[in-house]
């Protein structure tokens, strides 16, 4: 079967380049605003507002509008279920172009919830709101009160803690005996009524154990924990072994068996190592009776 064309032309489909950047349009005809934390003092605020939106709102509030200002907004809603315009903890206004489209605001605390409105304030004080965001939450300016620290220990003293910890570790793995030493060493928020302010944590090793008396018995652990910092490019040394320094900070913890000494010399130099520090801590516990 012959088929013929009805133009002396051959019309080839375009293939468009799978490489080619496509234009990010300046607009998706929808009134919606979103807001972002940015970090803890800082929210960020973007919005498309239609022209029919505003021509709505102009055909319903008509002169009302003709000495109104532009305005964001920020409500607080910390703790509010659920927010309707009205309920909020309390809200600030902040000037704003609606064509700019996007707009950083400095949140008034940190730790928050926030809702941000887009809208009219009229010269009698009355809110025509155009757009709400949604609720984000920033995060809280400050250290957490969450504690839950995981301390690394130090390499070259892993031997000679596992040694003063008093356990028999003989057939153990690394792993086995990572695990081990991170239970004996877990603290326990353990907190008596009527105790002192400054017993906010200590760790108890309680394993049944043989006792002459059975009405009266004591048993109790501790532990040393020490921590510094030094300066840029410093080489620190415990014991004469260098340990690793986190953005200029050091933190190691070992036991401290009954009727032990230890002493922790410290040492730190610089990079050309013509001047040093020198710290030396010793602890003695005494056996109990």
């Not at 293939?15 to 300046?26: F, G």
């Not at 153990?172 to 907190?191: C, F, N, P, Y």
Request: aromatic share 10%.
């Amino acid at each position: 079967m012959t088929q013929h064309l009805s133009s002396s032309a051959l019309v080839k489909p375009i293939v468009k380049d799978a490489n080619a950047e496509a234009d990010i349009p300046s607009g998706y005809g929808k009134t919606e605003s979103y807001l972002l934390p940015k970090d803890p003092a800082w929210l960020f605020l973007f919005w498309e507002i239609t022209q029919s939106t505003i021509d709505f709102v102009k055909s319903e509030y008509g002169h009302l509008l003709d000495a109104a200002r532009t305005i964001i907004r920020l409500h607080d809603v910390t703790d509010v279920p659920y927010f309707d315009g009205n309920n909020s903890v309390c809200h600030y206004d902040l000037p704003v172009i609606f064509e700019a489209r996007s707009w950083y605001i400095n949140a008034p605390e940190s730790g928050r919830a926030y809702v941000a409105e887009l809208g009219y304030l009229t010269a009698d004080g009355r809110f025509i709101l155009l757009s709400r965001s949604n609720t984000t939450t920033l995060p809280p300016g400050r250290i957490s009160n969450v504690i839950d620290d995981k301390w690394i220990v130090v390499e070259g003293d892993f031997q000679k803690l596992l040694k003063l910890s008093g356990a028999d570790y003989i057939g153990l793995g690394a792993s086995e005996r990572m695990q081990v030493l991170s239970q004996r060493w877990k603290i326990t928020d353990l907190t008596p009524s009527g105790a002192p302010s400054s017993w906010s944590s200590f760790s108890l090793h309680l394993d049944k154990v043989q006792v002459e008396d059975e009405d009266i018995w004591l048993k109790a652990d501790c532990e040393i924990i020490i921590y510094g910092s030094a300066s840029k490019n410093a080489i620190v040394t415990i014991n004469g072994k260098e340990i690793e320094l986190k953005e200029g900070k050091f933190s190691i913890r070992q036991p401290l068996p009954a009727g032990s000494v230890v002493d922790l010399p410290i040492h730190a130099r610089n990079a050309k190592g013509d001047k040093t520090r020198f710290v030396n801590i010793k602890a003695l516990r005494e056996q109990g009776k």
